[in-house]
């Protein structure tokens, strides 16, 4: 018979095997046999390894973030949306409401108002905010700056020659 050396296996707990060997020789030779019994050569369930190749292939899903536009983009294309349409802004539920209120204000005869002339006055306070809103615009960018503020809508007002002191 061969005799075979044996080896020093470190990682066990300090423990050679030379001990298991030699008393698993003389007892068959069956030296994995004797580990299993001895409880020496068992590790833990390790989990399942996956190939480098499958693990590439298939990444986590991650959700997939939403589409952004750039910061103004959407704006962009309101600004043009809204220059190509003819349809009124404000509701004409509201407004309605807001022209009977105001009349109400300065006079105490019947307030009735014809659909035409709701549909007029609409128009020409919407016309109105719009070209204010331009001349506040400009007066922003002749200050350098890109947003709009009240002081800037005060000095359209005041180059229109509107009296600063109604609201209106």
């Given at each position: 018979?061969?005799?075979?050396v044996p080896k020093?296996?470190?990682?066990t707990g300090?423990a050679?095997?030379s001990?298991?060997?030699?008393?698993?020789a003389?007892?068959?030779g069956?030296?994995?046999a004797s580990?299993?019994?001895s409880?020496?050569?068992l590790?833990a369930?390790?989990?399942p390894?996956?190939?480098?190749?499958?693990?590439t292939?298939?990444?986590?899903?991650?959700?997939?973030k939403?589409?952004?536009y750039?910061?103004?983009?959407?704006?962009l294309r309101?600004?043009?949306?809204y220059?190509k349409?003819?349809?009124?802004?404000?509701?004409?539920?509201?407004?309605?409401?807001?022209?009977?209120?105001?009349?109400?204000?300065y006079?105490?005869?019947v307030?009735r108002?014809?659909a035409?002339?709701?549909?007029a006055?609409?128009e020409?306070?919407?016309?109105?905010?719009?070209?204010l809103?331009?001349?506040?615009?400009?007066?922003?960018?002749?200050?350098?700056r890109v947003?709009?503020?009240?002081?800037?809508m005060?000095?359209?007002?005041?180059?229109?020659?509107?009296?600063?002191d109604r609201?209106?």
């Open positions: 018979q061969k005799k075979t020093k296996r470190t990682g300090g050679s095997t001990a298991v060997e030699s008393s698993s003389g007892a068959g069956n030296r994995r580990e299993r019994q409880g020496e050569g590790r369930t390790a989990t390894r996956q190939s480098p190749r499958s693990a292939a298939a990444p986590q899903q991650t959700p997939r939403p589409h952004r750039k910061p103004g983009t959407v704006a309101e600004i043009r949306r220059q349409s003819f349809e009124l802004l404000i509701p004409a539920l509201p407004f309605a409401r807001t022209v009977r209120e105001v009349a109400a204000h006079t105490l005869e307030n108002w014809t035409e002339a709701l549909v006055l609409q020409a306070a919407e016309d109105y905010i719009v070209h809103f331009e001349d506040t615009n400009l007066c922003a960018i002749h200050a350098k947003t709009i503020m009240p002081k800037d005060h000095l359209a007002r005041r180059l229109r020659g509107a009296r600063s609201p209106w």
